[in-house]
């Protein structure tokens, strides 16, 4: 697991990434080819943002075919298009039940020859059909420091502990919430003054530097997998 430390300012770029250490450049080199990535989420797609920007400055060797949402109002939609990436809903609404859905979402990765989920903002738990479909193969990111704070309130609940660091986490999707194997995390300092509001978009800066990266790690183990 990768740690990256809090920035020295809150200004910091929310689209550059920082380079992935040339130790683990060094030992894996990039592919010939893009890892074809599917993206899942549900709200503004801030990290959808983030990992196109990453991927058209160079800084991340995939390819984004597909976008995934349930919810028909979320602005994700406007970055798919404005991006050009195909972009489906799977409306969670029109589903009797959470394997229905998600049983339709393999249909749809698979017709767009996704190898590596990524869910940004998902905001559904899924279940085992898809963690089965896409084995160690899906990424999720919660703002905070896991295993602290799991859950819909990461962020609320770090405020009410007093904690005086939080984060970020980067981990695969196992069948319990937020207890997959952890990728990559990024700390930031909580301040005595801190809401909700300020806190999370503390996070939000170094969210959008680490996925891509922890992306990259996923993408060379697959591609390490697939050479064997």
């Known amino acids: 697991m990768m740690t990256l430390e809090p920035p020295n300012s809150e200004s910091s770029p929310s689209f550059i990434s920082p380079a992935l250490p040339p130790e683990f450049m060094a030992e894996n080199p990039p592919a010939d080819r893009p890892i074809r990535l599917g993206i899942m989420a549900s709200g503004s797609g801030s990290n959808f943002e983030a990992i196109a920007a990453a991927i058209s400055s160079g800084q991340l060797h995939s390819k984004i075919q597909v976008l995934i949402y349930n919810n028909p109002n979320a602005k994700v939609l406007e970055r798919a298009n404005r991006w050009q990436v195909p972009a489906v809903l799977h409306n969670h609404r029109d589903y009797s039940s959470r394997e229905d859905l998600d049983a339709k979402i393999i249909e749809t990765l ?80 909580v301040f005595s003054n801190d809401t909700r509001e300020s806190l999370h978009a503390r996070i939000q800066v170094q969210e959008h530097q680490i996925y891509p990266l922890a992306i990259a790690i996923a993408a060379a183990g697959i591609h390490r997998r697939s050479a064997r």
């Not at 963690?131 to 770090?158: T, Y």
Request: a negative charge; aromatic letters at 4%; one cysteine or more.
């Open 110 to 189: 698979h017709e767009h020859d996704v190898e590596l989920v990524v869910m940004a903002g998902w905001m559904r738990i899924v279940t085992p059909v898809l963690i089965e479909a896409f084995p160690d193969r899906i990424l999720n990111l919660h703002p905070s420091l896991l295993p602290s704070f799991k859950g819909g309130h990461a962020v609320e609940d770090a405020l009410a502990a007093g904690v005086k660091i939080s984060g970020c986490t980067v981990h695969l999707v196992a069948p319990e919430v937020d207890s997959g194997k952890i990728l990559m995390q990024a700390a930031v300092p």
